[in-house]
Structure formats: structure tokens, C-alpha cells
């Protein structure tokens, strides 16, 4: 058995705005608006740029925010990622 | 020619004829009614403003009317059309006026689509305008009219009319609506301000209605660039405390607010990215309406808008 791979939703049109480090992110297809942590848009633009499996996304994170790789991370991956296939933001792509 | 111009019974005439046609801010209004309270509100309150005999074309078609059944012999009602249909049920006809600042507030919010529209009241100075959305019973409505009646410019007490093109403030200065302890205060404190006859037992409570300043009337063709978003909240006994509000979670309140958001998808997410951009943000937590004015009028213009 493999890990899910997961990757941008076939259509997905997402719109960032940013000011003073905080970012707000419009998904344009379901026209819902969502505040993200520091992670979660880490995490989401490594998504955009190519599909990763759960702990990929958990060490390419932690790199780009130079953090470590704790379960308090991967606990806030794991439920980011959940979120975001719930909102048709992301989806299962083939490996 | 404005309201004013023409005789209380000139008016009631227009109205009951269904021929008289209104301009509030982009608006042309077309109104028939026959109840004379709603005549003499019009009279009253949108003395200032254009009024046409006859026009190529108007926004909205609307009608009061005393519906005809039973309960117009022992507790008469008034109904409220837009294209000859009644979005909504009957109220008691002494909420006649009331209803139709409301009905008219519905027009704008389910039909102008080429606009963004937020619950929120806009004023405006040195062609700065401040947006404060709030909830009902945050005396939005109290401060709106306070600051309009100390020198600020009415662009609406209700809706903030957001140009698509611009993200510039559209006018559409109406009635300010007053609810309870607040006409009383804004009775007492600007006694010049003309304010309508009190509709009681509304679902807002007692609820009246005070003319927008000449000045902002004359200026309804005017738009301003934002320049500050405003969150109020009136608390007795609070002492005054302005502090500023992260532009992140200004966005995302400013969506809360907004009517057609998700009509309008990407274009309102631009327009109220650019509102944020331009604007300071800031939340009011105030008890004396003196010092929350005076702390209004020395806020420093942001340089988007300077």
C-alpha cells in the first residue's frame, strides 16, 4: 500500500493577498475566503508546485520554514491537508 | 428640480400617480404610494434630492400599498412591491415609511450587481471616506449620524456602494436610520437635524428617520477613495479605545458584510483587496460619542488617499 500523493484540484483558481505577513487566500471556484497560518501557506504553495505525499510535504514544510519536523507539525499537516480536499482545493493525484 | 421645489400636494400627487422619479446616488427610484405618510416622510426627508417628472429610465419600480383585505378596516397594513410583486409580508401600516427606507435598501442589495455592496456606513472627508461595518446594536447608526452632523459627508448609513472599476466609495445618501435611545440622543445633541416621524413596535423597536445634510446631497455624484475601515462598537461606560485591526481579518469581516461577494467572485475579492490596500484599519470601542468624533476627526490621512 503507498501513501495518498496529493496535488492541486483539475481547476483550482486560487488568489492570495498578503499584508503584514498575514495571508488570506480566495478559492475562486467555491468564491469561499480562508485566513492562513505561516504552515498552511507553506505548505499549500509546495502543493501548487508539485504534488507530495504527506510526509513530503511535512519535510519540504519544515525546510522552507526552517522549523523541525515534530508530531505538532504533521498533526497540523495531516488536518491542513484534510481541509483543504474538504474544500476542493486539493485532491489525490496519481503517484 | 428637487423635492422641495415642488408643494406638499405636488408630492402626493407624483406618488399616487406613480410619476414621480427619485435619483438617490446612482439610482433613479420610481415610487407610487397613495399613503400619506409615506408622502410626507418623502416630502420631509428627501427634500434635497432631484426628483424627475418623467425619465428615460428608471432602476427600480417600487409601490406601497394598503393590501386589500379584511385587516384594512380594524388593523390596516402596507405592502411593499417591486415590479408589482411583494417580496415581503405585510407590516403594520404605521411602519409605513420604515418599510419603504427598508424596501429600498432591498432594491440595492438584490439588484445593483455592478457594484460591491456591504452592510456598513460610509462617511466622508477631504474626499477621505471611512467604511464601518458593524452588527446591529453596535451604534454604527448613532456615530454615522453624529459625525455626519459635525461636518463629515453622508455617503450612505447603510450600504457601502464599492465601485468595481475604481474600488472608489459610490454616494447613495439616504435617510439616516435611528433606532430607540439613539433618536433621542441625536434629537437632543443636534437640535437643528430634521428628524422624521417614529415608527414604534417595529422589529427594530422604535425606529426614525433624519434628512442626510444638504451637502451630501448636492454631492451624490462624488465618489471617494477609502481611506479608513472602522469597526464600532458603542459599550457604557467604556472609556474611549481606538487600536488598529489586523487588515487580514479587516478583509475577512468586510466579506462577512458584504451582500453579492459570491455573485461577484474574483472582481469583489480585487475590489475589497484594494479597499484594504488604501485603507487603515481599526477597531472603536467607545461610550461618549464626543470623544469618539473627536478622535475620528484627527485620524491622519493614509497616503493612498492623501
Redesign the interface.
Known amino acids: 500500500m503507498h501513501e495518498t500523493v496529493w496535488g492541486l484540484a483539475a481547476g483550482a483558481?486560487l488568489?492570495w493577498?498578503?499584508?503584514?505577513g498575514?495571508?488570506?487566500l480566495?478559492h475562486?471556484n467555491s468564491?469561499n475566503?480562508h485566513?492562513l497560518s505561516p504552515v498552511a501557506v507553506t505548505a499549500l504553495r509546495l502543493l501548487m508546485d508539485e504534488p507530495a505525499t504527506n510526509a513530503t510535504l511535512v519535510q519540504k514544510t519544515a525546510s522552507c520554514l526552517d522549523i523541525d519536523v515534530d508530531a505538532p507539525l504533521q498533526d497540523d499537516i495531516d488536518q491542513l491537508l484534510s481541509q483543504l480536499r474538504r474544500l476542493g482545493i486539493i485532491q489525490a493525484v496519481q503517484p | 428640480m428637487i423635492v422641495s421645489d415642488l408643494s406638499t400636494a405636488g408630492v402626493s400627487r407624483r406618488l399616487g400617480k406613480g410619476q414621480l422619479f427619485l435619483r438617490t446616488g446612482p439610482f433613479i427610484s420610481r415610487i407610487q404610494t397613495s399613503i400619506a405618510s409615506i408622502q410626507s416622510g418623502i416630502a420631509l426627508l428627501y427634500a434635497g434630492f432631484p426628483v424627475y417628472d418623467d425619465a428615460p429610465f428608471a432602476d427600480f419600480h417600487v409601490a406601497l400599498e394598503r393590501p386589500p383585505n379584511l385587516r384594512r378596516w380594524f388593523r390596516p397594513q402596507v405592502t411593499f412591491k417591486f415590479d408589482g410583486w411583494a417580496p415581503f409580508k405585510p407590516l403594520p401600516l404605521n411602519q409605513a415609511f420604515a418599510m419603504f427606507e427598508w424596501g429600498m435598501n432591498w432594491c440595492v442589495v438584490n439588484h445593483a450587481h455592478r457594484y460591491l455592496v456591504l452592510h456598513a456606513a460610509v462617511v466622508e472627508r477631504n474626499g477621505c471616506a471611512m467604511i464601518m461595518p458593524a452588527p446591529p446594536g453596535s451604534g454604527k447608526s448613532t456615530l454615522c449620524a453624529a459625525l455626519v452632523s459635525s461636518g463629515w459627508r453622508l455617503l450612505s448609513d447603510e450600504l457601502a456602494v464599492i465601485s468595481l472599476a475604481t474600488a472608489g466609495l459610490v454616494p447613495l445618501p439616504r435617510p439616516v436610520g435611528l433606532k430607540n435611545q439613539s433618536i433621542h440622543v441625536i434629537h437632543q445633541r443636534y437640535p437643528d437635524a430634521t428628524i422624521g416621524k417614529a415608527a414604534h413596535d417595529t422589529t427594530k423597536g422604535t425606529v426614525a428617520h433624519m434628512q442626510p445634510p444638504a451637502e451630501s446631497i448636492a454631492r451624490q455624484q462624488e465618489e471617494a477613495r477609502p481611506a479608513w475601515v472602522l469597526f464600532p462598537k458603542y459599550t457604557p461606560g467604556h472609556a474611549l479605545e481606538l487600536q488598529r485591526y489586523s487588515k487580514a481579518q479587516s478583509l475577512l469581516k468586510l466579506v462577512e458584510n458584504a451582500f453579492n461577494f459570491t455573485v461577484l467572485g474574483k472582481q469583489a475579492f480585487d475590489c475589497l483587496g484594494q479597499v484594504i490596500d488604501d485603507s487603515d484599519c481599526f477597531t472603536l470601542e467607545y461610550s461618549s460619542l464626543d470623544e469618539a468624533v473627536s478622535q475620528l476627526n484627527a485620524l491622519e490621512i493614509p497616503a493612498p488617499c492623501a
Open positions: 483558481r488568489h493577498r498578503e499584508w503584514e498575514e495571508v488570506v480566495f475562486e468564491a475566503i485566513q
